[in-house]
């Protein structure tokens, strides 16, 4: 059983940046993922990383500015946040799997979400 806590979020203006981090407790999954969902809008994968190996996906919007991470001695995923604008707002979720997905970047299939953490930029 897992059990997936993030923390991290905060409110900060644009340009600034923010490290959002998951304590996953139980199995190591082989992908874990960052989702974010803005008011309105359907939740987005926003960055996926795989072990064994740590290769990454990352949607467009985020390629640079953001990155993920893991550690996997203690089973904590991270995300850096940097150059952050005010259309990255949103709540933030955390969210696992024991699978390699096929479309990684989709909600659909993950099997552990976490509760999520609150980013807002302001202009």
């Known amino acids: 059983q897992v059990q997936l806590v993030e923390s991290g979020g905060g409110s900060v203006q644009a340009g600034g940046s923010l490290r959002l981090s998951c304590a996953a407790s139980?199995?190591?999954?082989?992908?874990m993922a960052w989702f974010r969902q803005a008011p309105g809008k359907e939740r987005e994968g926003v960055a996926v990383?795989?072990?064994?190996?740590?290769?990454?996906v990352y949607a467009d919007s985020v390629k640079v500015r953001f990155i993920i991470s893991r550690d996997n001695a203690d089973n904590t995923l991270y995300l850096e946040m940097n150059s952050l604008r005010p259309d990255d707002t949103g709540m933030y979720y955390c969210?696992?799997?024991?699978?390699?997905?096929?479309?990684?970047?989709?909600?659909?299939?993950?099997?552990?979400w976490g509760q999520g953490t609150q980013v807002t930029v302001s202009s």
């Open positions: 990383i795989y072990s064994p190996g740590g290769s990454t």
């Open positions: 139980g199995y190591t999954y082989r992908t």
């Open positions: 969210s696992a799997d024991f699978r390699v997905l096929p479309s990684p970047l989709s909600a659909l299939g993950y099997n552990a």
